[in-house]
């Protein structure tokens, strides 16, 4: 069945059909592409995915609207902080509330702390994946450093379940303050060290520069949406277009690219982190400026039941548009939950990027989309 | 001593001294590594993790050994054994120190000084692609046989700019003699540069550098075992110690071109300016021509791990244009000049 | 305001509307929603031109508990006939969720789908965005789209029979794969 639809217009004997995946040191998690090649070149490329379906969204049905944090954040594991905020502002809209002030700052801070880890893994990767080891372990010890603020605010350091509905659960620790000031110069200088690595290393820029181009109409018309959008030139990050959690209120850039190949997704990743870094200074210099006993969470029923409707609420996370479509019928469950990850649609151009590209060009592209089986499965 | 006594010690000495090396290079490149990443690397087994190579060399050795069941089985034990061989062959022409004289006898520090030491240095180097497309072929495996290929071509390609930037060498010293060409970079040339290989032929010394890291298919060169691309390459279906064995012939390998870079280009195991024969007595003289030598090889060897950790890895078209394209068009033009230097000074 | 707009835009071929919280939703019907979906990206004022998502719901369950929860799902969940208690409404939904890049306005088109005719037409021919999801749709609703380049079921293997998002599959499964035949 998927022999005949893979090779549409081309004779089995002609190419060699190569099985990338799903276990195989590049497939990060358990994605799988077969690949026909010619030589070392892709003829077509049909990525297979659902490995790591687990049914998120038939859980949901099941579930009452608290208990479908956690699931959350096994959608993209990288950053599950954004994933949790996202469901719980759906849920919230659904409601009718909105999340105080200083929980939203916290949402800011705890979101950027994530985008920046997800970037550093996603860059990281993306060396690994093209033979530099070294800048992925400077990066990774800095997203441990992270790691360590994630886990002393609520004991989790991957899958955080940050939040509640209409707020968060605690308010930041004293010493926030003195961790971040500590974390914030090596952080800068992971990125900066990561940079004179790579950027200008010619082999580097051979490997990226013009790989998998893709123009900022495809990139539209294929829904993306994120990092991977911006590289193409779009100038579209929800944070600004679309601001919530007081993003309007901050003043950051949005970095673009202008040829949509690995190399542009890689630099605004780079250029990303310097922004939340900024972000999360002012984030927390407006924390800083509300009283101490400013409430954390809106008035929320013990038990949530919001009115049947149906909303659809997305944030940028990372990867790009994370969206939650939740239907309620009125009673304590979602009656249906469709989740919009971003590099679902993103990958699903995958063949189109690949085409005529060589294998080691295939898997270059694969890290710099940044694809999470998590969240690309559910 | 008689001679056959004297030529066993020095084969059984640097068999066990070129094994010694590889063992505590997998030592450094894992603790280089780590001291390159900031982190702490293998450092539980004996002092400085020294004792990991051992518990490593265990390991693989009291794995199960695996033959894929659709591999062919000789080919598939071929496959090591062809790679290794070449590897701990070639370096029977490569000098490990001058000389040292015992009980009146002059002991040249050589295992045999052949007089066609530079083309036994090549033809083995091209031997070692047997071994890796032999493995890749008969591993039975699309990856395999991808990284198999991937070698073959490179060290084909590559093969042609380290000949020629050999060649080059071969016309300044006048032999094809490695005792030869290491005696004579001994004292300095217009007054100032000491005689090496590296003063006289500075562009054969980076092209033979650049295609030594292709020839030991090390980073950026690794294609044939690209981890992240077709897994590990052509030896993607060993396991134990057949693995050991590529991964050791490996690092013979790089303990070979150490050797011989420092041989054609680093003035082997003498030092700039100082005649170290002129105020040694005969054996300490040997004893510390070996250590110079020694000490420059570690360096090389160093330099291996450093450049791995550093740099990415080049695409396979890329790999070929710079071995077509860039390495052997200046590998020809090195070579045209050096000869036409040589006819205008004699 | 956009509802004013999207009514503008659509005319008649709007069947009704809707807003929940800020968020405007348009129901269309089955054979018209290309038209409907090339008008909205087209229209110089609107200009939805980027298809977000794509995805199906079953109704099954909210019609089956229909007489108690009338007063509940005024908000205008799902029963757009109300008039018509005798056959059940359309057991299946098809929403797109479009986005306009330009002023950045999102809206939501339904399409009813009934059990017994459950092809739409494939928005593939306006956004390739549609792929992957329409191929989702059809793997988890059984939902066919005409004039889709691939339709192969995408998360669940190939041999899987059900069609798991529907109401009536049990959350635990149905034990299909303890009948994979791995090769």
């Known amino acids: 069945m998927l022999e005949d639809s893979c090779l549409s217009g081309h004779s089995t004997g002609d190419y060699v059909k190569i099985n990338i995946g799903p276990s195989h040191p590049a497939m990060h998690g358990t994605l799988r592409v077969v690949a026909w090649t010619d030589g070392e070149t892709v003829v077509k490329a049909d990525p297979e995915i659902g490995y790591l379906h687990r049914g998120v969204e038939k859980l949901a049905e099941a579930m009452t609207y608290h208990q479908f944090i956690p699931i959350t954040d096994r959608l993209n594991y990288c950053s599950a902080i954004c994933n949790n905020v996202s469901y719980e502002m759906a849920v919230e809209k659904l409601m009718g509330i909105e999340a105080p002030e ?20 996603c860059v990281g990767i993306l060396g690994v994946d093209l033979g530099a080891f070294t800048p992925f372990f400077y990066l990774i010890i800095q997203r441990e450093e992270i790691y360590e ?119 605004v990743r780079m250029r990303e982190m310097e922004e939340s870094i900024k972000i999360i200074d002012q984030a927390y210099k407006m924390y800083k400026e509300l009283p101490a006993d400013a409430p954390l969470m809106a008035k929320v029923p013990k038990a949530i039941r919001p009115p049947a409707g149906e909303v659809y609420n997305a944030i940028e996370t990372p990867n790009g548009e994370l969206g939650f479509f939740v239907k309620s019928d009125g009673s304590d469950k979602p009656y249906r939950l469709k989740i919009r990850p971003p590099c679902y649609m993103i990958y699903q151009a995958f063949p189109e990027m690949v085409k005529g590209e060589m294998i080691a060009d295939l898997v270059a592209c694969l890290s710099s989309l940044n694809v999470i089986a998590g969240e690309l499965d559910r | 001593m008689d001679d056959w006594l004297i030529a066993l010690i020095k084969v059984v000495f640097i068999w066990v001294w070129v094994l010694l090396i590889a063992v505590i ?52 034990s071929l496959g090591p054994i062809l790679f290794a061989l070449p590897a701990f062959s070639a370096y ?77 060498i071969t016309l300044i010293y006048g032999t094809f003699s490695l005792r030869e060409i290491a005696l004579a970079q001994q004292g300095t040339f217009l007054g100032v540069f000491p005689n090496w290989g590296i003063f ?38 060993y396991g134990s110690m057949r693995l050991g064995l590529y ?65 990415p890895r080049f695409r396979y078209d890329q790999v070929m244009g710079l071995g077509w394209k860039a390495l052997i068009p200046l590998a020809l033009i090195n070579l045209f000049i050096t000869a036409l230097a040589i006819q205008l000074t004699i | 305001m956009l509802k004013d707009m999207v009514q503008g835009c659509l005319g008649p071929l709007a069947v009704c509307m809707n807003e929940c919280q800020g968020d405007l939703s348009v129901e269309v019907s089955k054979p018209q929603v290309l038209e409907v979906l090339r008008r909205l990206k087209d229209d110089p004022g609107l200009g939805f031109d980027f298809l977000s998502d794509l995805f199906g719901v079953d109704n099954s369950d909210l019609h089956k508990k229909k007489p108690a929860p009338k007063k509940a799902a005024g908000e205008g969940a799902a029963d757009a006939e109300p008039e018509q208690p005798g056959p059940l409404p359309p057991r299946f939904e098809v929403i797109y969720l479009l986005l306009s890049l330009k002023t950045n306005k999102r809206l939501q088109v339904k399409v009813k789908v009934p059990e017994d005719d459950m092809t739409v ?63």
């Open chain 2, 247 to 311: 991964l050791f012939g490996e690092y013979v390998n790089l303990c070979t071109l150490s050797a011989l870079i420092v041989t054609f280009y680093f003035g082997a195991w003498h030092l700039p300016y100082i005649n170290m024969a002129a105020f040694l007595g005969p054996i300490s003289y040997g004893i510390a021509s070996f250590l110079v030598f020694f000490l420059k090889v570690s360096f090389f060897l160093w330099l291996f791990v450093w450049v791995r950790w550093t740099v």
């Open chain 2, 25 to 76: 290079m997998t030592w450094v490149e894992r603790r280089g590594a780590s001291m390159i990443q900031d982190r702490l690397g293998p450092n539980r087994a004996g002092p400085f993790g020294l004792l990991q190579p051992l518990a490593d060399g265990i390991k693989l050795f009291t794995k199960e050994d695996i033959v894929p069941d659709k591999a062919k089985k000789i080919l598939f």
């Open chain 1, 149 to 267: 603020i994630f886990e002393w605010y609520n004991g989790a350091r991957l899958t955080n379940t940050f939040g509640r509905i209409g707020g968060v659960e605690a308010d930041l620790p004293d010493d926030f303050d003195q961790r971040w000031r500590e974390l914030r110069p090596n952080l800068i200088k992971a990125i900066d060290e990561t940079d004179k690595l790579l950027t200008h290393n010619r082999i580097w820029m051979d490997r990226t520069i013009g790989v998998t181009t893709f123009s900022a109409e495809d990139a539209l018309n294929w829904g993306f949406t994120g990092p991977c959008l911006r590289a193409c030139g779009v100038k579209r990050d929800m944070r600004k277009d679309e601001p919530y959690c007081m993003y309007d209120r901050f003043d950051f850039e949005v970095p673009t690219g202008k040829h949509g190949d690995v190399f542009d997704r890689y630099m």
């Open chain 2, 200 to 237: 006289k032929q500075p562009l054969g010394f980076i092209l033979f550098i650049v295609t030594a890291y292709a020839e030991a298919n090390r980073v950026p060169f690794d294609l044939p075992e690209a981890e992240s691309e077709i897994v590990s390459g052509y030896h993607t279906e």
């Open chain 3, 121 to 183: 037409d494939s928005a593939t021919s306006i956004w390739k965005a549609a792929t992957w999801p329409e191929r989702e749709t059809f793997d988890m609703y059984g939902i066919r789209f005409k004039g889709h380049p691939d339709l192969r079921k995408l998360l669940m293997w190939d041999e899987f029979p059900a069609h798991p998002l529907r109401k009536d599959y049990p959350l635990e499964g149905l034990g299909e794969e303890r009948h994979l035949i791995y090769e």
């Open chain 2, 92 to 168: 029977a022409v490569v000098p490990f120190g001058d000389k040292i004289v015992l009980g009146g006898k002059e002991i040249i520090l050589q295992v045999s000084d052949i007089n066609v030491g530079f083309l036994y240095v090549v033809a083995l180097g091209s031997m070692a692609v047997y071994g890796i497309i032999v493995g890749g072929w008969a591993s039975n495996n699309k990856y395999s046989i991808l990284g198999g290929l991937r070698s073959t071509a490179q060290l084909i390609s590559y093969e042609v700019p380290l000949g020629l930037a050999l060649l080059a």
């Open chain 1, 102 to 121: 200083k929980a939203q700052l916290i949402r800011v801070i705890m979101m950027e702390l994530a985008r920046i880890a997800d970037h550093q893994v």
